[in-house]
Nanobody, 125 residues
Framework: QVQLVEPGGGLVQAGGSLRLSCAAS????????MGWFRQAPGKEREFVSG????????VLADSVNGRFTISRDNAKNTMYLQMISLKPEDTAVYYC??????????????????WGRGTQVTVSS
């Protein structure tokens, strides 16, 4: 059993920055590929970013590429999403997810085994 906690959400003006964190317990983070997804009201959950076990490979959705950075600190069992130049369309509940599979398939939500409860990010114009 893996527990994921996601502090860092909040309200920010357009153009501002936020850093989301995902702290894992129950399993060493280095054994888990990690990802971020988000869901806006009335929309399906969408992929935001993913990172491999070692952090050597990352994937970003086109909508956030160039503005968001995913990283991880396995020694702290924590994964991060640094968000800059935020736009109102980034407003959503952001979810941290962990993948126990051997092969890395970051964009597929069905491959993730554990999910955080989500944190609200609201970007005002």
């Amino acid at each position: 059993q893996v527990q994921l906690v996601e502090p860092g959400g909040g309200l920010v003006q357009a153009g501002g920055s936020l850093r989301l964190s995902c702290a894992a317990s129950g399993r060493t983070l280095s054994s888990l590929a990690m990802g971020w997804f988000r869901q806006a009201p009335g929309k399906e959950r969408e992929f935001v970013s993913g990172i491999s076990r070692s952090g050597g490979s990352t994937v970003l959705a086109d909508s956030v590429n160039g503005r968001f950075t995913i990283s991880r600190d396995n020694a702290k069992n924590t994964m991060y999403l640094q968000m800059i130049s935020l736009k109102p369309e980034d407003t959503a509940v952001y979810y941290c997810a962990a993948d126990t599979h051997f092969n890395w398939d970051p964009q597929s939500a069905t491959r993730y085994d554990y999910w955080g409860r989500g944190t609200q990010v609201t970007v005002s114009s």
